[in-house]
Nanobody, 117 residues
Framework: QVQLVESGGGLVQAGESLRLSCVVSGNTFNIYALGWYRQTPGKQRELVARITSGGMINYAGSVKGRFTISRDNAKNTVYLQMNNLKPEDTAVYYC???????????WGRGTQVTVSL
């Protein structure tokens, strides 16, 4: 079992920055990937950024150059630095872990990010 707790969401104006954090606890010994997804009402959850245990990183095209995913293994924490935020980035952001043991996905409860004009 893996537990995820996100923090750092909030209301900002366009052009500002936020940093999301996700603390991972439980069975953290074999994690294949850590990632951030986002979802808006009526739409499917979409991948924002992901980092694998091997260090491979991929981003959604809409956030490349503005968002940066990173991890601190000592703190069991994954971050999402979001710069130059746009109103279209408004969503609930979810932390995700893919277990290397069984391939299961684990999710946090989400944190709301709202970007106003």
């Amino acid at each position: 079992q893996v537990q995820l707790v996100e923090s750092g969401g909030g209301l900002v104006q366009a052009g500002e920055s936020l940093r999301l954090s996700c603390v991972v606890s439980g069975n953290t010994f074999n994690i294949y990937a850590l990632g951030w997804y986002r979802q808006t009402p009526g739409k499917q959850r979409e991948l924002v950024a992901r980092i694998t245990s091997g260090g491979m990183i991929n981003y959604a095209g809409s956030v490349k150059g503005r968002f940066t995913i990173s991890r601190d293994n000592a703190k069991n924490t994954v971050y999402l630095q979001m710069n130059n935020l746009k109103p279209e980035d408004t969503a609930v952001y979810y932390c995700n872990v893919i277990s290397g043991d069984n391939g299961l996905n684990y999710w946090g409860r989400g944190t709301q990010v709202t970007v106003s004009l």
